[in-house]
């Protein structure tokens, strides 16, 4: 099974073509997807006028070469390595979700466009790369759901609590989990249900990339400019308008605010940021 090309032995019922115009018509949708997301919410347009709103308020210049350091540290730290997450469980589940999707799609499109027919043998490692990057989106995928999704303290939400923004999720699993079945039932010949779960793969599949409009897809082309950009406001102090993260030892700042030393004295302990003193587990 985990060196076996799905694609190729499915070519014997549907050509190549079709399987090759399937993933254009896929990426062509999560094009469309994303720019009529961006347009619809105008998240572009709020985006700039946010970032010249920042610029205004700017008390440094950042130059072109902090900027080019600032994108090297957003791809390094927010996009390979989730750095975002502060709970470590929700970042190692997000980089399984995250390499796992990668790994599956990609391979995917190798094998469609480059070994479409068993008379074209793809080299061994890529369906193995195939399936391993299904069973890492699945381990991510599912680990989310059932362990840190339903462990929302603050919500206290339940597993089967359903809203709109979930369909990325459970189109995601859904297409992983489907294409191993798929590939498992090509290989132990289970009939009608191999056909079965094919069915079930190219719909979840089709669901996945059809509905970047209403699902969280397209978060993986905004989260990047985002965390970019809130970097940016910190490099040039604007801070969208926030207070510093001030040093309460610092006289400078004592004397701004003549009260710290009133009420903590000359050199107040640091006590860290309140909001990650306790987990909030009071629901
Ligand atoms: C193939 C690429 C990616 C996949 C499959 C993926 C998958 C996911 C999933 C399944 C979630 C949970 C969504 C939910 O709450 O229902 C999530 C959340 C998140 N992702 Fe990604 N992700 C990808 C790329 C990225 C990138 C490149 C970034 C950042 C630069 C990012 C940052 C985040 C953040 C900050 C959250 C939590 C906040 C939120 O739910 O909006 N992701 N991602």
Redesign the pocket.
């Known amino acids: 099974m985990f060196m076996t090309n799905p694609f190729a032995e499915l070519s014997a019922h549907i050509s190549p073509a079709i399987q090759q115009g399937y993933v254009i018509l896929m990426a062509i949708l999560v094009a469309g997807g994303t720019i009529l997301d961006m347009m619809h919410k105008k998240s572009a347009k709020y985006f700039f006028e946010n970032a010249q709103k920042a610029k205004k308020s700017a008390k440094r210049e950042v130059g072109a070469g902090e900027k080019a350091v600032i994108a090297v540290k ?1 791809l390094a730290d ?2 390979l390595t ?1 750095g ?2 502060c709970n470590v469980k929700r970042r190692i589940s ?1 980089l399984f ?2 390499y796992g ?2 790994i599956f799609i990609v391979t995917s499109a190798i094998m469609i466009f480059q070994y479409p027919t068993p008379d074209t043998p793809a080299p061994g490692y890529l369906p193995l790369l195939w399936h391993i990057g299904a069973l890492m ?1 699945c381990f991510g ?1 599912y680990w ?1 759901w059932f362990g840190i ?1 339903v462990d929302v303290a603050a919500e206290g939400t339940k597993w089967y609590h359903l809203v709109r ?2 369909l ?2 459970l189109s ?1 699993l859904a297409t992983a989990t489907f294409g191993l079945l798929w590939s498992f039932g090509l290989s132990s010949g289970l009939g009608r249900l191999t056909t079965l779960f094919f069915v079930l793969f190219v719909i979840s599949s089709t669901t996945l990339f059809g509905s970047v409009l209403w699902s ?1 897809f397209a ?2 082309f905004f ?2 400019a985002a ?1 970019f950009q809130k970097r940016v406001i910190m490099a040039d102090g604007s801070a969208e308008n926030l207070p510093m993260d001030y040093d309460l030892t610092d006289p400078e700042v004592q004397k701004r605010f003549p009260d710290i030393a009133e009420y903590m004295g000359n050199n107040p302990a640091y006590m860290g940021k309140g909001i990650r003193r306790e987990a909030p587990n009071h629901y």
């Open positions: 957003v927010e996009v989730s975002e997450f997000h979700t995250m999707t990668v989106l995928g989310f999704r923004a979930d990325f999720i995601l969280k978060h993986m989260k990047p965390a």
